[in-house]
Nanobody, 125 residues
Framework: VQLQASGGGPVQAGGSLRLSCIAS????????MGWFRQAPGKEREFVAA????????YSADIVKGRFTISRTNANNTVYLQMSSLKPEDTAVYYC???????????????????WGQGTEVTVSS
């Protein structure tokens, strides 16, 4: 089982990036998929998650209105479209997947079973 994240890089404040994460080795069409991030010296924090059908999307307050999560089950891929980026969005972004029944558990890292290696996003002012 592998989650491969990509799409990170340097960007100026106000810019946009789209992160992608391809899952392989297992059928993730029934799994909740999400994104977390970890900035230097800080704990990993929830960014966004999406239900297996794509009908339920949840995001942290700090990114609402700026980040959009989506998925394509046909190719086991989850995306994070990030816009209006701020320097405080600088972090390593991790994609994750898990079988989570209660949407209230989506922000909890411990509920996810699989994690990608992370892709780094650096936003300069």
């Amino acid at each position: 089982v592998q989650l491969q994240a990509s799409g990170g890089g340097p960007v100026q404040a106000g810019g946009s990036l789209r992160l992608s994460c391809i899952a392989s080795g297992c059928d993730f069409s029934r799994a909740v998929m999400g994104w977390f991030r970890q900035a230097p010296g800080k704990e990993r924090e929830f960014v966004a998650a999406i239900s297996w059908s794509g009908g339920g999307k949840y995001s942290a307050d700090i990114v609402k209105g700026r980040f959009t999560i989506s998925r394509t089950n046909a190719n086991n891929t989850v995306y994070l479209q990030m816009s209006s980026l701020k320097p405080e969005d600088t972090a390593v972004y991790y994609c994750t997947a898990g079988e989570i029944l209660d949407y209230r558990d989506y922000p909890l890292a411990g509920r996810y079973h699989y994690w990608g290696q992370g892709t780094e996003v650096t936003v300069s002012s």
